[in-house]
């Protein structure tokens, strides 16, 4: 065991020396039970110098490491010997798997090289993570501390900017697709502490949407003025911050609104902040659904199961954002309802996103009949979206003319 590690830790050594590095994996966990899956190594140039970023894969969360080349050969050691029994090195001239047995030998397998070309070390950090854990706006917002490593209590955070700027880069393009290059004006409405809106800023700047003005809306005085500070210290100079509600906030025009987390009737204040500004993307995720609930006559059907608060706290939920997506396809939208990040991160995962593609349907068409159907089917006889953008859930019935007289 000794030699064949050994000879991995030379070839390791050997690729940080000679700058032919590209990954290492560590996997299959000592303890079938541990929290801990997965290590994994790649290069990185921070403003200090080389170092060897490592990301500790547990269940619910990352936890990040920027290690200089010593440490990193002496970290590897210790987690072979301690918690995993595979490792997979891969360099520019060759490719290397070490395996321990169940009786603690060894072997290493050297093969040909599956990458043919020294990684580019900013271009691979950028391809890992769309939002680097170096940025200083992280740092300063406390995601992240001075050295590059994510704070272990933010790892979940951190990693939720990051998916969420995955989901909103290809609705971006799709939204946009005609004018790739065209400055945008996108609102975020509630957005609290503003770690999604600087990374909306950020994304919007890598995607070459040159000028885009980012504007995060948000009621607490203290937090404008905080995260107005983090964005004039990082550089951010078309990012503001303005103290407002989501429902009192003149809102002109806008090309995309985002409302994550908004609780609520406060979703719907927002969707018709947005609708009512011309924008073509709508992105909200919805929480605290309270509105309907009270509403609701459960169908014969589902009246058994729905006797149950709980069960009646979801289908409440289920109808809400339901309703929400019919009134949107209604307004001439085209909406899609999903899951952003794993319920492991955050129970407030579900996703509303939508994409303006016609004109306003009228109230007699078909995506009206969808939304007052499914309304009739719960027995709802308002809902604040609808009433926002003027919609009758109720069809009106016209009164029957007088029976003819035979007198």
């Known amino acids: ?94 490719t290397a798997e070490l395996v321990i047995r169940a009786d603690g030998s060894a072997r290493i397998a050297v093969r040909k090289p599956a990458h043919g070309e020294a990684p580019s070390l900013e271009h691979d950090r950028t391809k890992a993570r769309s939002i680097l854990p170096t940025e200083a706006w992280l740092r300063e917002l406390g995601v992240t501390l001075p050295d590059g490593r994510v704070r272990e209590a933010m790892a979940d955070k951190f990693r939720q900017i990051n998916q969420f700027v995955e989901v909103l880069r290809p609705l971006l393009v799709e939204a946009f697709a005609q004018g790739a290059t065209a400055p945008l004006t996108v609102v975020d409405m509630g957005c609290g502490k503003g770690y999604l809106t600087f990374a909306v800023s950020q994304l919007l700047e890598q995607m070459s949407f040159v000028g885009s003005r980012v504007v995060g809306v948000e009621a607490r005085p ?124 955050t129970a407030k995962n579900l996703m509303i996103a939508a994409v303006k593609r016609r004109q306003r349907g009228d109230n007699d068409g078909e995506p009206a009949a969808r939304v007052r159907d499914l309304a009739a089917f719960y027995g709802v006889q308002e809902q604040r979206l609808a009433a926002l953008l003027g919609f009758k859930l109720t069809a009106e019935v016209s009164p029957k003319p007088p029976a003819p007289s035979h007198g």
């Open 222 to 345: 203290d937090l404008v003025e905080e995260t107005n500070r983090v964005a004039q210290a990082s550089g951010f100079t078309r990012l503001h911050f303005q103290a407002g509600s989501i429902a009192e906030t003149t809102l002109d025009a806008a090309d995309a609104l985002i409302a994550l987390h908004a609780c609520d009737t406060a979703t719907d204040d927002a969707l018709a902040r947005g609708i009512g500004a011309g924008a073509r993307l709508l992105v909200v995720s919805p929480c605290c659904h309270k509105e309907l609930r009270p509403q609701i006559i459960p169908p014969p059907m589902l009246a058994p199961a729905l006797r149950h608060g709980i069960m009646l706290e979801r289908e409440a939920e289920f109808a809400t954002d339901a309703l929400r997506a019919a009134l949107l396809e209604w307004a001439g939208y085209e909406a899609k309802v999903f899951e952003f990040i794993s319920t492991e991160h």
């Open 1 to 94: 065991m000794i030699a064949a590690q050994d000879k991995l830790f030379d070839l390791f050594h050997d690729s940080l020396a000679r700058g032919t590095f590209v990954k290492l994996t560590l996997s299959r966990p000592r303890d079938p039970a541990a929290d801990m899956k997965n290590v994994f190594l790649r290069p990185v140039q921070l403003k200090d110098g080389f170092r060897v970023a490592f990301t500790y894969r547990h269940g619910t969360k990352d936890i990040f490491k920027n290690l200089l080349p010593a440490a990193a050969l002496t970290e590897v050691a210790t987690l072979l010997s301690a918690s995993f029994l595979c490792a997979n090195l891969f360099t520019t001239e060759r």
